[in-house]
């Protein structure tokens, strides 16, 4: 076999072979979130500007930050948040008083009532401030669909914004928490 030869036959085997590799496909970031479920899973997992953000390493508290909580704040209020440190979401609400009240609440500029995202790598440092809060044009909402046997579940979402005005999308979210 001649040089020529060869070389056709390589580039015969080229045009047969290298179509059927394909490139390797990005996981859809909705089927990383967790299940939805009301069994005191202790998961959060939303969208931030379509990129997935989930928390399931358990529940949080001061000796152990990380993971994620649902307790009480005071005259009602209560809050959720999910920590990866250093990225970090909490959502605030209002409760009305009634801290095992199923419904959906509207998120603002309140601090009861607010939605905020932080995380200072991924090139949001570079955004300006870190922390993207919701305000008075900037909303969203959570809801809670399950409060039985300590267990809250629901979903939110919201729109939130750091100083400089830049926005941040927090979509398709979901929670699953035991109540502290």
């Not at 179509?19 to 899973?41: E, F, I, R």
């Not at 000796?63 to 005071?74: D, M, Q, R, T, Y």
């Amino acid at each position: 076999m001649n040089h020529k030869t060869a070389f056709v036959n390589l580039l015969m085997f080229g045009v047969l072979v290298f179509p059927s590799c394909k490139k390797a496909s990005t996981p859809d970031p909705l089927a990383q979130l967790p299940a939805a479920s009301h069994n005191g899973a202790n998961t959060l997992g939303c969208l931030v500007n379509g990129k997935a953000f989930v928390v399931n390493v358990g529940q949080a508290n001061w000796n152990h930050p990380l993971g994620v909580s649902f307790g009480a704040i005071s005259n009602g209020s209560w809050y959720i948040s999910g920590n990866l440190s250093p990225e970090y979401l909490q959502i605030s609400f209002d409760g009305n008083s009634n801290s095992k009240r199923i419904g959906t609440y509207m998120l603002g500029n309140n601090s009861a009532t607010q939605g905020s995202y932080s995380n200072p790598q991924n090139g949001m440092a570079i955004l300006g401030n870190t922390e993207f809060t919701t305000n008075s044009t900037l909303t969203g909402a959570i809801t809670i669909d399950y409060f039985e046997n300590n267990i809250a579940s629901g979903t939110f979402n919201f729109d939130a914004a750091n100083d400089s005005g830049v926005v941040v999308h927090i979509t398709n979210g979901r929670y699953d928490m035991k109540v502290l």
